[in-house]
Nanobody, 125 residues
Framework: QVQLVESGGGSVQAGGSLRLSCAAS????????MGWFRQAPGKEREGVAR?????????YYADSVKGRFTISQDNAKNTVYLQMNALNPEDTGMYYC?????????????????WGQGTQVTVSS
């Protein structure tokens, strides 16, 4: 049974940092595409970052987070991380870990086979 369990959300002021973790179980973690999506109230879920969990890990970022967010993996721990720096109020939302069927093909949620339960990030100005 596939499980994705997020942690690390919270409330911070603008300019602050948070690190989200996603512990995966129930499948072979390596050679998979793992990602983070977020959803703000009243908005559609959008892709934030994704990583191919093999070797050094090819990464992809949404334009809105490039240079501020970093996705990384620890295959020994079956965990993917999202380091978020220079947070601003527009980053507020529920953040979801996801296992995707492919790392190429953009940010379509149709590529997501499994979702975590989400962790809330709130950035105040």
């Amino acid at each position: 049974q596939v499980q994705l369990v997020e942690s690390g959300g919270g409330s911070v002021q603008a300019g602050g940092s948070l690190r989200l973790s996603c512990a995966a179980s129930g499948f072979t973690f390596s050679f998979k595409c793992m990602g983070w999506f977020r959803q703000a109230p009243g908005k559609e879920r959008e892709g934030v970052a994704r990583i191919y969990t093999a070797g050094n890990g090819i990464t992809y970022y949404a334009d809105s987070v490039k240079g501020r967010f970093t996705i990384s993996q620890d295959n020994a721990k079956n965990t993917v991380y999202l380091q978020m720096n220079a947070l601003n109020p527009e980053d507020t939302g529920m953040y979801y870990c996801a296992r995707l069927s492919a790392c190429v093909g953009g940010w379509s949620t149709q590529l997501v086979g499994n979702w975590g339960q989400g962790t809330q990030v709130t950035v105040s100005s």
